[in-house]
């Protein structure tokens, strides 16, 4: 019978030494990878090596992974390896969350019936390290409180409060209602083999097209199993959200090995409540009238409609017939064993209550301490109350939001509940000749007054005056924004390594100055130096983001209206009105524009007679003939090349530059009768002699 080549996947072929000796075969590959010391015993042998994080971007600053790997005489059997770290920097919950990781891993492989080897399970811890070291798992914790009595305190009567507890429990017995039988359960449903092979062909696709797409966000994360992907989500109306919503990161997203014959599902990360609940089962219920739509779709709608998922009204558990609670012990003690109240003498309406045993162990001190009732009651008055409560101190105004802001998104912090930056190294631009600077150490503009400080630089290039100040906020899990940059004749560059001061989310310990130096793109880590706890951070991005209007500066600001343009009444073509002459110079065929107001005069003593300041070289003119206007020139139109400047007759011949006519010319000028040029004196009487 012929098999489908797409429903079994293809397999390593089995070597005859690893088929003869599996153990031995596993245990040298181990040996060459690492290179470890060996112990054997009775028990097993047990491996000891380092192993270095073979990820460039681990953020943890450790070499290696000290590991002592314990493999059983009789595995591989139904006894499993087991992991011990004994990185000495490693505090103990961490420690115990790799080898719980790496129990992990094998109890998958063994569930899963893949093929595994040691090899492989160090292989696989080596590319989850980094998730096992970012989130502990601690298991419950009991804790024994010694039951201290003292020699004043009544023995009870054990044997009595039994019966009465059992004759209780009985009476409830017999009242409660008889149990319902649980709901039929629908049965799963058969596909076939067809519509499998279809479903995982589709969920091949649908997975490598949500790993290419968002593959390159900081937070996204893919299970070893490839059954779930956490996915960073960025809500598009957060301001819609419910509150306790608000502050989601990521969600989860579980893609069964049947998809899409099992629909996909949500689970919200870092947020609990009602409204998760409603969103994931909104989502549900949107996904069973759109399962034609890839995951890519689904998460983008996710993104764009959680505030509309969120209002989905959550079902109701069945109400089940009312049960007696039990009652507690104490309710049925007899009442010589309760503390009785201690009337007074002269006032027997008032009580005074004893204090419990359990407060006064280990105390030493006398009754004294005993809160008593006395006469001071009586005289009680009301007078201040309505004023009263308690002083509160006035709190710190928050930062204003004006400016420049910037933020870090994508923050990433392990072990750190605040963050604060306090040495910001940032690079400016001139607004006036482009020429950046780097501005270290930009000061914090608040000071003890309120009066902004900030830092004024002065332009390499063209001695442009600039000035620089930081409002910080402080950054925690809920807000990635660093402060606002208050900036005046220059913009923003880029941001330098600067130093943050964390604090440690285990003891609220501040890192003292000054500080971790951090950059865009790198991990910084810390150790607090309260309890040792390793604190991480990474800044993936950094974005600046004008808000307000003191983010402009007066050379940011909007162009001034244009003044109404001059009507003077001209058509270009035609003659000005007295080909531009005015009364003071009769032959000056033109009009002026002079460059200190912009205006035209027909001259200088128009301009002077008709403004209130003296006047300045006109750069531009208008032909009186031809009306165009265009850059002065001293004689004649560029345009219609006309002579605008003219001349009174002389007569005179002037080195050619005066009269040329010989009747125009004065008898004065020897030019006036001198021959023309060519001729002979004599002319034809001198040929007629001849």
């Not at 006894?79 to 505090?91: E, F, Q, Y």
């Not at 880029?494 to 943050?500: C, Y």
């Not at 001059?566 to 009009?591: D, M, N, T």
């Amino acid at each position: 019978m012929a098999t489908n080549p797409t429903s079994i996947p293809g397999q390593r072929p089995i070597s005859k030494a690893e088929s003869s000796n599996p153990r031995e075969f596993q245990l040298n590959q181990l040996r060459r990878r690492y290179s470890p010391t060996e112990k054997t015993d009775d028990a097993g042998t047990s491996l000891t090596f380092g192993m270095a994080p073979s990820d460039p971007d681990f953020p943890f600053e450790m070499d290696k992974l000290q590991c002592v790997l314990h493999v059983p005489a009789s595995y591989p059997g139904r006894i499993r390896p087991t992991l011990k770290v004994t990185n000495a920097d490693m505090g103990p919950s961490f420690q115990a969350n790799v080898e719980r990781g790496f129990d992990d891993i094998v109890d998958t492989t063994i569930r899963t019936g893949s093929r595994g080897s040691l090899l492989t399970w160090m292989n696989t811890l080596d590319r989850n390290l980094e998730r096992f070291l970012t989130t502990t798992e601690r298991g419950p914790t009991l804790k024994f409180v010694p039951n201290i009595t003292t020699g004043k305190d009544k023995p009870r009567e054990p044997e009595r409060n039994t019966q009465l507890l059992q004759q209780k429990l009985a009476q409830m017995r017999v009242s409660a209602p008889p149990p319902r039988p649980p709901p039929p359960v629908a049965p799963a449903p058969v596909y076939s083999p067809a519509e499998k092979a279809q479903a995982e062909k589709r969920r091949a696709l649908e997975t490598k097209q949500i790993e290419a797409r968002l593959g390159r966000l900081p937070m996204f994360q893919k299970s070893s199993d490839g059954l779930s992907f956490t996915i960073p989500v960025n809500p598009t109306k957060v301001d819609r959200l419910p509150i306790p919503l608000r502050s989601i990161k990521t969600v989860k997203l579980m893609v069964p090995r049947l998809y899409p014959l099992e629909p996909s599902r949500v689970h919200m990360q870092g947020v609990t409540g009602d409204e998760a609940q409603a969103v994931e089962l909104g989502f549900l219920k949107w996904l069973e009238g759109n399962s034609q739509l890839n995951l890519v779709s689904q998460v983008n709608y996710l993104t764009s409609n959680m505030h509309n998922l969120a209002k989905t009204p959550l079902e109701k558990a069945p109400d089940v017939g009312v049960v007696e609670e039990p009652v507690a012990l104490e309710q049925e003690l007899p009442e010589s064993t309760l503390p009785q109240p201690v009337p007074q003498g002269d006032k027997p309406h008032l009580h005074v209550v004893p204090r419990p045993p359990e407060w006064t162990v280990g105390g030493g001190g006398s009754g004294s301490d005993a809160t008593d009732e006395t006469d001071d009651e009586d005289d009680f008055s009301d007078e201040g109350d309505e004023d009263g409560g308690a002083p509160i101190p006035g709190l710190p105004e928050p930062t204003k939001e004006s400016g420049v802001a910037l933020s870090f998104p994508f923050l990433e912090l392990y072990g750190i509940e605040l963050m604060e930056l306090i040495g910001l190294n940032i690079t400016i631009k001139c607004e006036r000749c482009k020429e950046m600077m780097d501005v270290k150490k930009v000061p914090h503009t608040n000071d003890k007054t309120g009066l902004l400080v900030p830092k004024v630089e002065t332009c390499k290039k063209c001695s442009n005056a600039m000035s620089v100040g930081f409002r910080r906020q402080l950054i925690h899990a809920n807000s990635s924004r660093a402060g606002y940059l208050d900036l005046d004749g220059c913009t923003i560059v880029d941001l330098l390594p600067s130093s943050f001061i964390p604090t440690c989310a285990e003891c609220s310990t501040s890192f003292p100055e000054p500080g971790v130096v951090a950059v865009r793109g790198e991990s910084a880590m810390a150790n607090c130096r309260q309890c040792h706890r390793k604190m991480v951070f990474k800044i993936p991005e950094v974005k600046f983001l004008k808000v307000g209007s003191a983010a402009f500066s007066a050379r940011d600001r909007g162009p001034q209206r244009k003044k109404p343009k001059e009507v003077l009444g001209i058509v270009a073509g035609q003659e000005l009105p007295r080909r531009g002459r005015c009364s003071h110079y009769g032959k000056s065929y033109r009009w002026f524009r002079f460059s200190c107001c912009a205006k035209v005069f027909p001259c200088d003593k128009c301009h002077d007679a008709e403004t209130d300041h003296p006047n300045e070289h006109a750069n531009r003119m208008i032909c009186g003939f031809c009306s165009r206007e265009q850059i002065y020139r001293p004689e004649n139109c560029g345009v219609c090349r006309a002579v605008l400047v003219g001349k009174a007759g002389s007569g005179f011949w002037e080195g050619g530059k005066g009269t040329r006519n010989r009747a125009l010319m004065s008898r004065k000028d020897p030019r006036k009768f001198k021959r023309r040029g060519g001729t002979t004196p004599g002319g034809a009487g001198s040929s007629k002699k001849k």
